[in-house]
């Protein structure tokens, strides 16, 4: 038996394994583990042979990652009126921007940093604590007044 033959009797099925693992379809972990038989056939592997076999797959299954990630997707034609209808409308959406706008007026000007800072600036509470030198149980209590007197601001414009 060749060397070639022999590696894959002892190193195939934990390849195949390996491979499944890393991409979650057993067509995938195929290709990629035939994809690094055929590197092996053409070049010498060092020893040990385990590490480099795992290696080549590593790298196959990174390119086979990008390459299926990179390609954007198509939608189907009967699948584009679904996401047509969930599409908000613009002219909406603008009123609602200028409403939240006008109610941020109502609130104190603590409330408005908080609030800026956590949803606006998608700050976590501890580093917005931190930038407005709060401690966080305090910012946490402006962040819920702020969002309660916002709230009832925009239900009474909602039925103005």
Request: hydrophobic fraction near 40%; charge should be positive.
């Amino acid at each position: 038996m060749s060397d070639l033959a022999t590696l894959y009797a002892e190193h195939n099925v934990a390849l195949l394994r390996r491979a499944y693992r890393l991409t979650g379809s057993w067509s995938d972990a195929e290709d990629l583990v035939s994809q690094v038989w055929l590197r092996v056939h053409e070049s010498q592997p060092p020893s040990p042979t385990l590490p480099y076999l795992y290696r080549l797959l590593r790298q196959r299954a990174i390119d086979l990652a990008r390459r299926t990630h990179s390609q954007p997707t198509e939608l189907r034609d009967d699948a584009r009126p679904f996401f047509a209808a969930t599409l908000p409308d613009p002219e909406a959406a603008t009123i609602a921007n200028e409403s939240v706008r006008e109610c941020m007026a109502y609130l104190t000007l603590g409330q408005r940093q908080a609030l800026a800072l956590v949803y606006l600036d998608d700050l976590s509470i501890v580093e917005a604590s931190r930038r407005l030198g709060l401690a966080e149980p305090a910012l946490k209590r402006r962040l819920r007044r702020g969002r309660l007197r916002l709230r009832r601001c925009l239900k009474g414009k909602e039925s103005e």
